[in-house]
């Protein structure tokens, strides 16, 4: 099991930056996958990005060229860079993990709000 917790979120004008910190521990964080959701009102949960301990990662088309996915390992963190925010940005952001052989992420951070004003 994998504890984490995120900060970062806030509010911001469009076209602005933000970056959001996801803190890890517990388990063997090497055996996991480490993801970024996030949630609008009245919208399905949203996939953003995912990244290995070892640096692979992917990133959603959305947010692909705005959005870097990162990770440090000697701080057991993973961040969220967020360039040319834009109010469909808004959201509720959440850090996940999932085995790197399982199919479902099983644990979840409590998320930090991100608003970005028109």
């Known amino acids: 099991q994998v504890q984490l917790v995120e900060s970062g979120g806030g509010l911001v004008q469009a076209g602005g930056s933000l970056r959001l910190s996801c803190a890890a521990s517990?388990?063997?964080?090497?055996?996991?996958?480490m993801g970024w959701f996030r949630q609008a009102p009245g919208k399905e949960r949203e996939f953003v990005g995912a990244i290995t301990w070892s640096g692979g990662s992917t990133l959603a088309d959305s947010v692909k060229g705005r959005f870097t996915i990162s990770i440090d390992n000697a701080k057991n963190t993973v961040y969220l860079q967020m360039n040319s925010l834009n109010p469909e940005d808004t959201a509720v952001y959440l850090c996940?993990?999932?085995?790197?052989?399982?199919?479902?992420?099983?644990?979840w951070g409590q998320g930090t709000q991100v608003t970005v004003s028109a």
């Open positions: 996940a993990a999932k085995i790197l052989v399982g199919t479902t992420w099983t644990d």
């Open positions: 517990g388990s063997t964080l090497s055996m996991y996958y």
